[in-house]
């Protein structure tokens, strides 16, 4: 699976930004989707993940209830919105997937997911 990410920017603090994550071409097995972000010095933090039919999805703590994930199988696209933005959520987040052989399956460690998508840069200012 090539993933694509995309949708990264500036904004102010309590604003909104909605991430995007392609799967260019055509994908019929089953597979799910996590995001990720890192902060230069930091490792690489667990943001959200979804399962194929979106039945399934995890949130980081410090993201419940401020970031939604869903995913439009029809269009091998997986979004992430993100609401009330807070400074600390600067980074440079990533999308990731594997294949999970189930419709509701997802996973929380990066460890499951061999394909990465290109960084997206997230900043919020205060």
């Known amino acids: 699976v090539q993933l694509q990410a995309s949708g990264g920017g500036l904004v102010q603090a309590g604003g909104s930004l909605r991430l995007s994550c392609a799967a260019p071409?055509?994908?019929?097995?089953?597979?799910?989707v996590g995001w990720f972000r890192r902060v230069p010095g930091n490792e690489r933090e667990f943001v959200a993940a979804?399962?194929?039919?979106?039945?399934?999805?995890f949130y980081g703590e410090s993201v419940k209830g401020r970031f939604t994930a869903s995913r439009d199988i029809a269009k091998n696209t997986a979004h992430l919105q993100m609401s009330s933005l807070r400074p600390e959520d600067t980074a440079a987040y990533y999308c990731?997937?594997?294949?999970?052989?189930?419709?509701?399956?997802?996973?929380?460690?990066?460890?499951?997911?061999?394909?990465w998508g290109q960084g997206t840069e997230v900043t919020v200012s205060s």
């Open positions: 071409g055509r994908t019929t097995a089953p597979y799910a």
């Open positions: 990731a997937a594997y294949y999970s052989g189930r419709y509701d399956s997802s996973s929380t460690s990066e460890h499951e997911y061999p394909y």
């Open positions: 979804i399962s194929w039919s979106g039945s399934s999805t």
